[in-house]
């Protein structure tokens, strides 16, 4: 059975404070490892697909990497807005299985 | 509307009581999902339909019945519910059964 880790559970920043969020996995056949947003209250927001070792995503200040065993969400100097629960999942052959995220909150 | 829509957003029932939850989406998409989120779980895979046909129910209890009458729309009746199916109800939405998938807001669901 395919698992998913995310660590740390929670992680404070201070404003400009950049850190990296970790997604440890196991599966039989990877076919893609996704990353999403959740904002309280609200339905995850898509962010990135990888698929391969050594490919790498970026959007504004988030970028993506991807091993054979892990994935980092690396956050280069957050803001505010970016306080969030970030969520990875792996899909297999059949179907897409979530970690059970990260909170990142960031303080002014 | 665009993207993912779910109604109701909020539903507090009774464990006697039925009722249904909505979900359409705008994105002409060939998979649709039914998630349930607990507080500090993983969400949990609940039906998944491809092209209007179920291809996954997680052993999902009975008191849970999904219907798919098109593409577009996706329903989750729910009956006799107990007070630990309160969580969040997510639908979402995709090309295919392994391509990204699109999220709903949710609906609030409390049983009490």
């Known amino acids: 059975e395919d698992q998913v880790t995310q660590s740390p559970e929670a992680l404070r920043l201070q404003e400009g404070e950049s850190s990296s969020l970790n997604c440890s996995y196991t599966?039989?056949?990877?076919?893609?490892l996704f990353w999403y947003r959740q904002d309280p209250g609200k339905g995850p927001e898509f962010l990135f697909t990888?698929?391969?070792a050594g490919e790498e995503k970026e959007k504004e200040r988030l970028k993506a990497t991807l091993t054979k065993k892990e994935s980092f969400l690396h956050i280069t100097a957050p803001k505010p807005e970016d306080s969030a629960t970030y969520l990875c999942?792996?899909?297999?052959?059949?179907?897409?299985?979530f970690g059970a995220g990260t909170t990142v909150t960031v303080r002014a | 509307e665009t993207g993912v829509t779910q109604t109701p957003r909020h539903l507090v029932m009774g464990m006697t009581n039925k009722k249904s939850l909505k979900c359409e989406q705008h994105?002409?998409?060939?998979?649709m999902y039914w998630y349930k989120q607990s507080a500090k779980k993983p969400l949990e895979l609940m039906f998944v339909?491809?092209?209007?046909?179920?291809?996954e129910n997680n052993s999902v209890p009975s008191r849970f019945s999904p219907e798919c009458p098109n593409s577009s729309h996706l329903f989750l009746h729910l009956h006799t519910l107990q007070p630990e199916d309160s969580a969040l109800y997510l639908c979402?939405?995709?090309?295919?059964?392994?391509?990204?998938?699109?999220f709903g807001p949710g609906t609030r669901l409390t049983v009490t």
């Open positions: 979402a939405s995709s090309q295919d059964p392994l391509t990204e998938q699109y």
């Open positions: 599966v039989s056949g990877l076919r893609g």
């Open positions: 990888l698929y391969s």
């Open positions: 999942a792996v899909q297999d052959d059949y179907k897409l299985s």
């Open positions: 994105l002409g998409h060939n998979a």
């Open positions: 339909y491809s092209l209007e046909e179920r291809v």
